[in-house]
């Protein structure tokens, strides 16, 4: 099956963009360096195509407990513009997705998806309709979807695009209505910087894109910068933090699941792992040599395997080969000293917090 194309595509292969297939996408990876990129977006402003991502919107009288029903964050009598970050999870406590909720009304709320799972996350959603009074708008054909991120962001959001958002406090969202049409802008994004997304149709967001390049102020990134930033101040990518069969509880993402809610699926399994344990957490890893930890690779405790990398990286931020890890619980404890597996050899390391670098948000 080809993959499908962002509205974005052919600019990206203007600038010249390595493209490489993600999430049933042709994306862009790179397109000067990940170094580059990376850094563009800690120090001033980078701009993301984030069109890959899924949108479902959710209207009707039950919208806000069909949402608190398959959510695990509690959204209850939340102010309108309210953003939360949750997972979907399957009875047995498996993490189905992980999702943003925008509050955008009363019984209005717009839910983003990654791309990977749209189909299954869509799919799951709708199992799960019967009882409830409400429109179910799978949208994500009709959103493209750009991030504009960095200690900059703002300015350049004002300036070069037009758009007032210095009101936005983090986690907060609100509707413009511009060139004719509705467009989403929320202070969000997946980098641990000040940042916004911009959701509208393809057209808008192709002008925008425009804008963004043409005032120079913006370097257009990568897939590969997304990764690396997110990983540095240990935020979860799904399919490799977040799995069916890793749970929020052992993503130590627990502080998502309102676990004294009433009844949301998975709630039993989530409060059960909560209260007897689980048999592998989520660790931060740093290595004492500069080899580079990768997805898969091995980790031992005295020659035996306790576990196994999920994401790591020569931390650009910071200088030091870091890596979040899957491992038996015995062996979670801070301090703990452990061995990554590379290749033929074996690097100590210790755990340690599963952010590398300090978040800079705008509160």
Request: a negative charge; aromatic letters at 10%; one cysteine or more.
């Amino acid at each position: 099956m080809e993959n499908k194309r962002t509205c974005l595509y052919d600019k990206h292969v203007a600038l010249g963009a390595l493209i490489s297939p993600f999430g049933g996408f042709d994306m862009p990876i790179q397109y000067t360096s990940i170094i580059d990129e990376h850094n563009a977006v800690r120090e001033h402003c980078g701009v993301f195509d984030v069109s890959h991502m899924g949108e479902v919107r959710i209207k009707g009288r039950d919208a806000e407990r069909y949402v608190n029903h398959i959510f695990t964050n509690d959204i209850t009598g939340a102010p309108d513009g309210k953003i939360f970050y949750g997972m979907m999870c399957y009875e047995n406590g498996g993490t189905v997705d992980d999702m943003l909720v925008y509050r955008m009304g009363e019984n209005d709320f717009f839910l983003v998806i990654n791309a990977a799972n749209i189909e299954k996350d869509v799919a799951w959603m709708q199992a799960h309709l019967d009882g409830y009074d409400l429109t179910f708008d799978h949208c994500s054909d009709y959103y493209g979807q750009i991030a504009v991120q960095g200690p900059e962001a703002e300015a350049v959001m004002e300036e070069v695009l037009g758009i007032a958002c210095s009101e936005l406090t983090f986690y907060t969202v609100k509707t413009i209505e511009t060139d004719g049409e509705t467009v989403i802008v929320s202070r969000t994004g997946y980098t641990g910087e000040d940042g916004f997304e911009v959701y509208g149709s393809h057209d808008f967001i192709r002008r925008q894109w425009d804008l963004l390049i043409e005032s120079g102020r913006c370097k257009p990134c990568g897939l590969g910068c997304r990764d690396t930033l997110r990983f540095e101040v240990g935020l979860p990518l799904y399919g490799d933090e977040l799995s069916e069969d890793i749970s929020p509880v052992m993503a130590g993402l627990s502080m998502f699941c309102k676990l004294d809610k009433p009844e949301f699926i998975g709630r039993e399994a989530l409060l059960r792992q909560k209260t007897e344990g689980v048999d592998r957490r989520l660790v931060g890893i740093e290595l004492q040599d500069r080899a580079i930890p990768r997805h898969g690779y091995a980790v031992l405790s005295d020659g035996v395997n306790v576990g196994e990398v999920t994401t790591g990286y020569n931390s650009i931020s910071t200088g030091k080969s870091v890596c979040m890890a899957l491992v038996d619980s015995a062996h979670a404890k801070l301090g703990t000293p452990l061995e990554i597996q590379i290749r033929k050899k074996t690097f100590p390391g210790t755990v340690v917090k599963k952010r590398f670098y300090d978040k800079h948000y705008k509160k």
